[in-house]
């Protein structure tokens, strides 16, 4: 029977298909739920560009789009049609995007499948390769991470080019090469790490012989590249030249000890991680030198297509090797790799005909299985994420850091105090933790330790300029208003807080009883919603005290009052009409004629101004300006009693005139 289930299932296509579906939806069934991460934050959740559809085709050209913070700015707009689409469809709904992922993860190794078929592999090992890839630990990074998408897209982009450029060469078919560049030019749209396409076919024809008579062949991949490299060259000439994170030893270095570490965990896939226990290195490390030997050795010693797998992983590689990267080593980064390592081990001579390889593989699948389900559990929350890092790499303040910052989030500002001591504890001159730390202080209350921590963070680092934001933050809560005014003023324009620097600037001219300012601060704040509630709160605040002053005969405060909101913005309705109304009720009606036609005439239908005007004009005896005036108001209102109020008093003007 066993035997019977077999046979069909490497036999038939569809059967071998519905087999590697079934397995990914069951091994990441457990993930669907998994809550967003630690960048998903500024990219995803409070990325306020992927709200609107409309921004769609912006993705294309605004770079900055990518996150919520500018400075964050990468070119992948596909990806941010990807999150824009998910978001259309269930908001922060986090299943949908889980799902997304999933189905990406089981897109690549549906292609992967069809490649090995290619490489001319049995159906079974290419079955057996196919499962290895669907169920291994490394590929749980890029399905669960959400943000980590880019690196599927940019898989499937370079897996579906292989494929149907083997398949356009195969069937000497141009259609097929065609859709082979467009799987490119999405993978390249999706993340830059697609570049090495064109590696990979020049690898493959190479392996099979046949390198010099397809060059004709990949000039179209070239170009496609090359116009992509102008697209993003701002961002390489910045991290290669410009502004590189380490120095060119040290980054080859480094990737050279990171290419051997990155082996064993494609090998034993036991201790992953998100924060790996790995350091820089110099040229002169005779670990360095080591491990440079191992792998060129590696390479000399395999023949066939194991070597063409091997070539495929550090061609795989090659992006993060040359462009230093602020995190040294990352596991998503093997996720095309991991494609490589397929190719290589079955490439291994006489590997199926190897003996207890049926049984043996079944275990070898199972054991990865269960690996990689329970790494989806501990990509739960960021408590456990972090919490499984810190207890991995105890010496990292990464883990710890972002332990705290997850514990405050949640509401845990004790919790949080506790991680980020802990963090200091790792290394006390910390600057991000020691302001986080001064924010738990904030949260807790405990406002004068908040501020003199953001003082001695400034102090020690006058380049973190929003620590100024921070600072005016704890200042305002402590009471301490001038000081605040003063922190506010000093944030840069470029700053990200700067609008909520303004509204809170606004907020402290309130609290200091300086009205005008506060809403002047207020309408400068832009769009910011809290600004525009509290410049609408205070200014309705404000009216209604005008207002009841009128109504008390306390015509000189309400005067006064109103002549201070209008230099808070002249173009103010109210507090001109409400000016206007308290000159009138002094008798000055010049002056209240004059209000009342600038107020007209910036205000063409608002009614009660005009009814206000001819009041005036009526009132100083100016009869035949009052009369038009009247008529002007019961032609254009559409208000019944307006209408009927200047007829009434247009009745009793003509009873007047002589």
Same mark, same amino acid.
């Given at each position: 029977m066993m035997k019977r289930i077999y046979f069909a299932l490497v036999s038939r296509r569809d059967a071998s298909a519905l087999l590697i579906a079934v397995s990914v939806l069951v091994i990441y069934g457990n993930s669907i739920h998994n809550a967003f991460q630690y960048d998903d934050r500024h990219s995803i959740v409070e990325n306020t560009h992927l709200r609107t559809a409309g921004n769609i085709p912006s993705f294309f050209t605004h770079p900055e789009y990518f996150s919520r913070d500018a400075d964050k700015a990468m070119y992948r707009p596909l990806l941010l049609v990807s999150f824009a689409l998910n978001y259309a469809l269930g908001k922060y709904n986090v299943v949908s995007y889980h799902l997304v992922n999933i189905g990406l993860h089981l897109l690549c190794t549906l292609l992967l499948w069809g490649i090995l078929r290619r490489l001319e592999q049995p159906p079974c090992m290419?079955?057996?390769?196919?499962?290895?890839?669907?169920?291994?630990?490394?590929?749980?990074?890029?399905?669960?991470?959400?943000?980590?998408?880019?690196?599927l897209m940019a898989a499937a982009g370079v897996l579906g080019g292989v494929l149907f450029y083997q398949r356009g060469v195969q069937k000497g078919a141009l259609f097929f090469v065609v859709l082979s560049l467009l799987c490119f030019a999405a993978g390249l749209l999706s993340k830059s790490v697609a570049i090495v396409l064109p590696l990979w076919i020049v690898i493959w024809e190479w392996q099979r012989g046949h390198l010099a008579a397809s060059w004709y062949r990949l000039w179209p991949y070239a170009l496609v590249a090359g116009g992509y490299v102008l697209v993003i060259r701002e961002f390489l000439v910045k991290a290669v030249l410009a502004d590189p994170v380490r120095t060119w030893p040290q980054q080859l270095a480094t990737q050279v000890k990171a290419l051997v570490y990155y082996a064993l965990l494609l090998l034993?896939?036991?201790?992953?991680? &998100?924060?790996?226990?790995? +350091? +820089?290195?110099? &040229?002169g490390e005779l670990g360095v030198w080591f491990c440079a030997l191992a792998l060129g050795s590696l390479l000399w010693c395999v023949r066939g297509q194991s070597r063409q797998g091997i070539l495929w992983i550090l061609a795989g590689l090659l992006p993060t090797l040359v462009v230093p990267l602020n995190v040294l080593v990352n596991e998503h980064r093997l996720y095309l790799p991991l494609v490589g390592l397929v190719v290589a081990i079955l490439g291994i001579r006489s590997l199926e005909s190897a003996p207890g390889l049926r049984w043996g593989a079944p275990l070898l699948l199972a054991f990865l299985a269960l690996i990689t389900i329970e790494r989806n559990s501990v990509w739960s929350d960021e408590l456990s994420l972090w919490g499984d890092a810190a207890i991995k790499n105890p010496t990292a303040v990464r883990p710890v850091v972002y332990l705290g910052n997850a514990a405050?989030?949640?509401?845990?500002?004790?919790?949080?105090?506790?991680?980020?001591?802990?963090?200091?504890?790792?290394?006390?001159?910390?600057?991000?933790?020691?302001?986080?730390?001064?924010?738990v202080y904030q949260d807790m209350g405990r406002y004068d330790l908040a501020v003199d921590a953001f003082a001695k963070v400034l102090?020690?680092?006058?380049?973190? +300029?929003?620590?100024?934001?921070?600072?005016?933050?704890a200042l305002q809560l402590a009471g301490r208003f001038a000081e605040a005014r003063d922190q506010y003023r000093m944030l840069p324009v470029s700053s990200p807080h700067r609008a909520l620097a303004v509204n809170n600037l606004g907020a402290v001219y309130e609290e200091m009883g300086k009205i005008d300012s506060a809403l002047y601060y207020y309408g400068q704040a832009g769009q910011l919603h809290q600004a525009r509630h509290n410049r609408g709160r205070l200014l309705g605040k404000e009216l209604l005290q005008?207002?009841?002053?009128?109504?008390?005969?306390?015509?000189?405060?309400?005067?006064?009052?109103?002549?201070?909101?209008?230099?808070?913005?002249?173009?103010?309705?109210?507090?001109?009409?409400?000016?206007? &109304?308290?000159?009138?009720?002094q008798g000055r009606y010049s002056e209240s004629i004059v209000m009342n036609q600038q107020l007209v005439e910036a205000h063409p239908d608002f009614d009660e101004g005009i009814l206000q005007l001819a009041l005036a004009l009526e009132s100083s005896g100016r009869f035949f300006e009052a009369e038009a005036s009247y008529q002007e108001l019961t032609k254009r209102t559409r208000s019944i009693e307006m209408n009927r109020i200047g007829t009434e008093r247009l009745r009793a003007l003509k009873e007047r005139m002589p």
């Open positions: 290419s079955l057996l390769g196919a499962l290895f890839f669907a169920v291994h630990p490394l590929a749980s990074e890029p399905v669960n991470y959400i943000s980590s998408r880019s690196e034993a896939p036991l201790k992953l991680n &998100v924060d790996h226990a790995f +350091t +820089t290195s110099s &040229v405050r989030q949640a509401g845990e500002p004790k919790l949080a105090e506790i991680h980020y001591r802990r963090a200091l504890a790792l290394d006390p001159q910390h600057l991000t933790v020691r302001a986080n730390l001064a924010n102090t020690d680092q006058p380049g973190m +300029t929003d620590i100024h934001y921070s600072l005016g933050r005008i207002r009841q002053w009128l109504d008390a005969k306390q015509f000189h405060q309400a005067e006064n009052h109103a002549r201070l909101l209008l230099a808070a913005d002249e173009g103010e309705r109210e507090p001109h009409f409400l000016l206007a &109304v308290a000159l009138f009720l």
